[in-house]
C-alpha cells in the first residue's frame, strides 16, 4: 500500500504533462501487444507446416505468406507505436524536469536563510540536480520499459494460458514464488531502512570527497591524507557497511530469482515430455508444445529488466521524496496586504533573536533587547567584538530570518508588512562574503539594475574603484569570471560586489565589512565614493577598522547580542568605555602596520 502511494506521488509529479504521460504508456502498451505478433504468426507457421507434413506439396503458400506480411506490419506498428511512446515521454520528462528544477530553485529562494545554512549547499545542489535528472530518466525510460516489462510477461502468460493451462501453471508456480520472494525482501522494513541507509552513504560518501577536495590547501599544509581524513575514511566505511548488508539482505531472494527466472525452460520440458507421452499422435498438441518451447524464453529478458527496474524505481522513490521535503519547507510568509514605507528610517524596536526555537536544546539568544533608529541621510555604524551580533543585526532588516520578540520597521512599515520583492528593493546590501556568478564582470555588476546601461555600470565602477583593474583584464567588463584562469582577489571581487549595490540605487544602504579586503589606498577611495553616493540613502554600515566609519552620525558597540554604547566617534571616545579600548587597539595596529612614518595617523 506505502509502495503504491510512493509510485502514485512519483507520478503526481508530472502535473500538467498527465496527458502525454497517458499517451506514452497507451503507445506503449499497443508497442507490446504488437511485440507478440510473431508468436501468433509462428504458432500459424507451424501448425500450417505440421497439418501438411506428409504431403509438403499441399502447404498453403498464401498461408505463410500471410502470416509472414502480419509480422512484417505488425513489427513496423510496433515500432511507430513505440516511437510514439518514446517521444511523448521524453516530451513530458524535459518538460517536467525543466518545471521542477524552477519550481525548486524558486522555493529554495523563498524560505527563510536558515534553511539554507542547516542544510549543506551540496545536499541542496544534489536534489536539483541529480534527483530531478533521476526522475527525468524514469519517466523517460523507464516509465515505458516498466509498462512494457509488467505487460509483455502478463499477456504471454495469459496466452500460455490460453494455449495449455498445465503447463502453464507449471510456469506460473515458480515465477509467482520468485517475484514474491523479491517483492517480500523490497517491502519489508529492513529492506526499506537498507535502501534508504545506502543512499545516505553515497550522498555522506561523495559529499566527504568533495569537502576533502575544497579543503585541499589545508589537506597540503597539514598533511592529511585520504586515510587519516577521518569523515570520509568513516564514510566509505559506512558505506562498505551498507553495501555488505544490502548484499546480504538481498542474496537468497536475488539468487532464486535470477536462477528461476533464467531457466524457466527447464519446468517447462518435463511437464511437456510428459504431457507428449499421453497425448501422443496429436499434432495440435505438439504445436503448442513447441510454441511453448519458443515463448519460455522470451518471458525471462523482460523479467529481468523488471527486476533492475524495481530497484532503480526504490532509489527514485528517495529522491521524490528528497524533492518534497525541499516543497515541505515552509516559505517566508508574505503579508496579505503588503505595505509601502513613506520613508527609509530603519528602527529596531525591542529587538531579541535566537537562531534556534525557544524550546531547542541549542536555544541561544544572540541579540538580546536591541533598540535603535537609523536615520535616513544618516550614517549608522555597528561596531564590536567579532561574534557579537552585528551581522545578524543587518541580516534581520532584509527578513533572512523573522525576529522572536519586537519590531523591526522601515518608515513606519514592520519589515513583516512589505512584500519581499519590495524590500528587496529598499535594500541594498553587500555582504562579508562576496559571491560572484560565473558570467562577465559586466552582468555581475547589472545584477544590480537589469535595465543600466554600459555606461551606468562603468559609472558604478569607477566610484567603487574597481574600474582601472578591469579596464586592465584582456576582455575589460566582458571578462568571465573563473574563465581562462581570471580569478579576482578578495578586495577586487568586494569592491565589484559595491559597484553591484550602487548601481542599485536603493533608498538603504548595507555594508557589511564591505571595505575588509581593501589597502588603505583603496579603503580611502571607496569611501570618498561612498560619501557622494550616500547622501539622501540609510547607510548602514559594519565595520571592524574604526577609521572607516569614524565621521558616522551615530555608532552603535555591540557586545554580546547587546548595544553596550551609542553615540558619534568623539562623544564615545570620552566615555573611556570599549569603543575607546578598541580605538586605541585599532590605531596601534595601524602604527604597527604603517611603521613609524605614519605615526600619528587618526590621532583623533
Ligand atoms: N546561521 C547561524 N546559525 C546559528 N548561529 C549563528 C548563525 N550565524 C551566526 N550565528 C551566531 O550568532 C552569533 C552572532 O554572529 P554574527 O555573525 O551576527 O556576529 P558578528 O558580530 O557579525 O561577528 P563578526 O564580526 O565576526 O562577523 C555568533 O555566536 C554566531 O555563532
Same mark, same amino acid.
Given at each position: 500500500?506505502?509502495?503504491?502511494?510512493?509510485?502514485?506521488?512519483?507520478? $503526481?509529479?508530472?502535473?500538467?504533462?498527465?496527458?502525454?504521460?497517458?499517451?506514452?504508456?497507451?503507445?506503449?502498451?499497443?508497442?507490446?501487444?504488437?511485440?507478440?505478433?510473431?508468436?501468433?504468426?509462428?504458432?500459424?507457421?507451424?501448425?500450417?507446416?505440421?497439418?501438411?507434413?506428409?504431403?509438403?506439396?499441399?502447404? =498453403?503458400?498464401?498461408?505463410?505468406?500471410?502470416?509472414?506480411?502480419?509480422?512484417?506490419?505488425?513489427?513496423?506498428?510496433?515500432? !511507430?507505436?513505440?516511437?510514439?511512446?518514446?517521444?511523448?515521454?521524453?516530451?513530458?520528462?524535459?518538460?517536467?524536469?525543466?518545471?521542477?528544477?524552477?519550481?525548486?530553485?524558486?522555493?529554495?529562494?523563498?524560505?527563510?536563510?536558515?534553511?539554507?545554512?542547516?542544510?549543506?549547499?551540496?545536499?541542496?545542489?544534489?536534489?536539483?540536480?541529480?534527483?530531478?535528472?533521476?526522475?527525468?530518466?524514469?519517466?523517460?525510460?523507464?516509465?515505458?520499459?516498466?509498462?512494457?516489462?509488467?505487460?509483455?510477461?502478463?499477456?504471454?502468460?495469459?496466452?500460455?494460458?490460453?494455449?495449455?493451462?498445465?503447463?502453464?501453471?507449471?510456469?506460473?508456480?515458480?515465477?509467482?514464488?520468485?517475484?514474491?520472494?523479491?517483492?517480500?525482501?523490497?517491502? $519489508?522494513?529492513?529492506?526499506?531502512?537498507?535502501?534508504?541507509?545506502?543512499?545516505?552513504?553515497?550522498?555522506?560518501?561523495?559529499?566527504?570527497?568533495?569537502?576533502?577536495?575544497?579543503?585541499?590547501?589545508?589537506?597540503?599544509?597539514?598533511?592529511?591524507?585520504?586515510?587519516?581524513?577521518?569523515? #570520509?575514511?568513516?564514510?566509505?566505511?559506512?558505506?562498505? =557497511?551498507?553495501?555488505?548488508?544490502?548484499?546480504?539482505?538481498?542474496?537468497?531472494?536475488?539468487?532464486? #530469482?535470477?536462477?528461476?527466472?533464467?531457466?524457466?525452460?527447464?519446468?517447462?520440458?518435463?511437464?511437456?515430455?510428459?504431457?507428449?507421452?499421453?497425448?501422443?499422435?496429436?499434432?495440435?498438441?505438439?504445436?503448442?508444445?513447441?510454441?511453448?518451447?519458443?515463448?519460455?524464453?522470451?518471458?525471462?529478458?523482460?523479467?529481468?529488466?523488471?527486476?533492475?527496474?524495481?530497484?532503480?524505481?526504490?532509489?527514485?522513490?528517495?529522491?521524490?521524496?528528497?524533492?518534497?521535503?525541499?516543497?515541505?519547507?515552509?516559505?517566508?510568509?508574505?503579508?496579505?496586504?503588503?505595505?509601502?514605507?513613506? $520613508?527609509?528610517?530603519?528602527?529596531? =524596536?525591542?529587538?531579541?533573536?535566537?537562531?534556534?526555537?525557544?524550546? /531547542?536544546?541549542?536555544?541561544?539568544?544572540? !541579540?538580546?533587547?536591541?533598540?535603535?533608529?537609523?536615520?535616513?541621510?544618516?550614517?549608522?555604524?555597528?561596531?564590536?567584538?567579532?561574534?557579537?551580533?552585528? /551581522?545578524?543585526?543587518?541580516?534581520?532588516?532584509?527578513?533572512?530570518?523573522?525576529?522572536?520578540?519586537?519590531?523591526?520597521?522601515?518608515?513606519?512599515?514592520?519589515?513583516?508588512?512589505?512584500?519581499?520583492?519590495?524590500?528587496?528593493?529598499?535594500? /541594498? #546590501?553587500?555582504?562579508?562574503?562576496?559571491?560572484?556568478?560565473?558570467?562577465?564582470?559586466?552582468?555581475?555588476?547589472?545584477?544590480?539594475?537589469?535595465?543600466?546601461?554600459?555606461?551606468?555600470?562603468?559609472?558604478?565602477?569607477?566610484?567603487?574603484?574597481?574600474?582601472?583593474?578591469?579596464?586592465?583584464?584582456?576582455?575589460?567588463? +566582458?571578462?568571465?569570471?573563473?574563465?581562462?584562469?581570471?580569478?579576482?582577489?578578495?578586495?577586487?571581487?568586494?569592491?565589484?560586489?559595491?559597484?553591484?549595490?550602487?548601481?542599485?540605487?536603493?533608498?538603504?544602504?548595507?555594508? +557589511?565589512?564591505?571595505?575588509?579586503?581593501?589597502?588603505?589606498?583603496?579603503?580611502?577611495?571607496?569611501?570618498?565614493?561612498?560619501?557622494?553616493?550616500?547622501?539622501?540613502?540609510?547607510?548602514?554600515?559594519?565595520?571592524?577598522?574604526?577609521?572607516?566609519?569614524?565621521?558616522?552620525?551615530?555608532?552603535?558597540?555591540?557586545?554580546?547580542?547587546?548595544?553596550?554604547?551609542?553615540?558619534?566617534?568623539?562623544?564615545?571616545? /570620552?566615555?573611556?568605555?570599549?569603543?575607546?579600548?578598541?580605538?586605541?587597539?585599532?590605531? $596601534?595596529?595601524?602604527?604597527?602596520?604603517?611603521?613609524?612614518?605614519?605615526?600619528?595617523?587618526?590621532?583623533?
Amino acid at each position: 500500500m506505502k509502495q503504491k502511494s510512493e509510485i502514485s506521488g512519483l507520478i $503526481s509529479i508530472a502535473g500538467g504533462k498527465k496527458g502525454l504521460l497517458v499517451t506514452a504508456s497507451f503507445f506503449s502498451v499497443l508497442s507490446s501487444f504488437l511485440q507478440l505478433a510473431p508468436f501468433v504468426a509462428v504458432y500459424k507457421i507451424i501448425e500450417e507446416l505440421l497439418i501438411h507434413a506428409g504431403q509438403p506439396s499441399e502447404i =498453403d503458400k498464401d498461408v505463410l505468406l500471410f502470416w509472414g506480411a502480419f509480422v512484417f506490419v505488425a513489427m513496423i506498428a510496433a515500432l !511507430l507505436t513505440f516511437y510514439i511512446s518514446g517521444m511523448s515521454s521524453h516530451i513530458a520528462a524535459f518538460n517536467i524536469l525543466y518545471t521542477l528544477r524552477v519550481r525548486l530553485t524558486d522555493h529554495a529562494a523563498k524560505v527563510p536563510m536558515g534553511y539554507h545554512t542547516q542544510t549543506a549547499t551540496g545536499e541542496l545542489k544534489k536534489i536539483i540536480e541529480v534527483s530531478v535528472e533521476k526522475i527525468e530518466k524514469f519517466i523517460a525510460h523507464q516509465l515505458p520499459d516498466l509498462i512494457s516489462a509488467i505487460i509483455i510477461p502478463l499477456l504471454l502468460t495469459g496466452y500460455l494460458f490460453w494455449l495449455d493451462w498445465r503447463m502453464a501453471l507449471v510456469l506460473l508456480i515458480p515465477m509467482s514464488f520468485a517475484f514474491w520472494m523479491q517483492a517480500r525482501m523490497f517491502a $519489508s522494513d529492513e529492506g526499506r531502512t537498507a535502501y534508504r541507509d545506502f543512499q545516505f552513504a553515497v550522498e555522506e560518501m561523495n559529499a566527504t570527497a568533495v569537502e576533502y577536495v575544497r579543503g585541499m590547501p589545508a589537506v597540503k599544509v597539514f598533511g592529511i591524507t585520504a586515510d587519516s581524513f577521518l569523515t #570520509f575514511r568513516t564514510a566509505v566505511h559506512r558505506y562498505r =557497511d551498507i553495501s555488505l548488508r544490502i548484499t546480504d539482505l538481498c542474496k537468497t531472494s536475488y539468487s532464486i #530469482f535470477f536462477v528461476i527466472v533464467s531457466s524457466l525452460f527447464s519446468f517447462v520440458v518435463p511437464i511437456g515430455i510428459f504431457l507428449v507421452s499421453r497425448h501422443s499422435g496429436e499434432q495440435a498438441f505438439a504445436i503448442t508444445f513447441i510454441l511453448f518451447l519458443i515463448i519460455t524464453p522470451s518471458l525471462s529478458a523482460p523479467m529481468l529488466k523488471l527486476l533492475h527496474l524495481g530497484s532503480g524505481l526504490r532509489e527514485i522513490i528517495e529522491g521524490h521524496k528528497r524533492i518534497e521535503a525541499v516543497f515541505a519547507e515552509n516559505i517566508v510568509a508574505e503579508p496579505l496586504n503588503p505595505q509601502i514605507p513613506d $520613508s527609509y528610517d530603519i528602527s529596531f =524596536d525591542h529587538v531579541s533573536f535566537a537562531y534556534e526555537q525557544q524550546d /531547542s536544546e541549542n536555544y541561544k539568544p544572540v !541579540l538580546k533587547d536591541i533598540q535603535f533608529t537609523a536615520k535616513s541621510g544618516e550614517m549608522t555604524a555597528l561596531v564590536g567584538p567579532s561574534g557579537g551580533g552585528k /551581522s545578524t543585526i543587518a541580516n534581520l532588516l532584509l527578513r533572512f530570518w523573522d525576529v522572536q520578540e519586537g519590531t523591526i520597521t522601515i518608515g513606519s512599515v514592520p519589515v513583516r508588512d512589505m512584500g519581499t520583492e519590495n524590500l528587496m528593493e529598499t535594500v /541594498s #546590501f553587500v555582504f562579508q562574503d562576496v559571491h560572484l556568478f560565473y558570467d562577465s564582470i559586466e552582468e555581475n555588476i547589472r545584477m544590480g539594475n537589469t535595465k543600466a546601461t554600459r555606461q551606468e555600470v562603468i559609472n558604478a565602477s569607477v566610484i567603487a574603484c574597481c574600474h582601472e583593474f578591469i579596464e586592465r583584464l584582456k576582455h575589460g567588463y +566582458d571578462t568571465k569570471i573563473g574563465e581562462g584562469g581570471t580569478y579576482l582577489s578578495g578586495g577586487e571581487a568586494q569592491r565589484i560586489a559595491i559597484a553591484r549595490a550602487l548601481l542599485k540605487n536603493a533608498p538603504i544602504l548595507v555594508l +557589511d565589512e564591505a571595505t575588509a579586503y581593501a589597502d588603505a589606498e583603496n579603503e580611502h577611495k571607496i569611501q570618498q565614493g561612498l560619501v557622494e553616493l550616500v547622501k539622501g540613502k540609510t547607510v548602514l554600515i559594519i565595520a571592524h577598522r574604526l577609521s572607516t566609519i569614524r565621521s558616522a552620525e551615530q555608532i552603535l558597540v555591540v557586545q554580546q547580542g547587546e548595544i553596550v554604547e551609542r553615540g558619534t566617534h568623539y562623544e564615545l571616545r /570620552s566615555q573611556m568605555g570599549l569603543y575607546e579600548k578598541m580605538w586605541q587597539a585599532h590605531i $596601534s595596529a595601524a602604527v604597527w602596520q604603517l611603521g613609524a612614518e605614519k605615526k600619528g595617523t587618526g590621532h583623533e
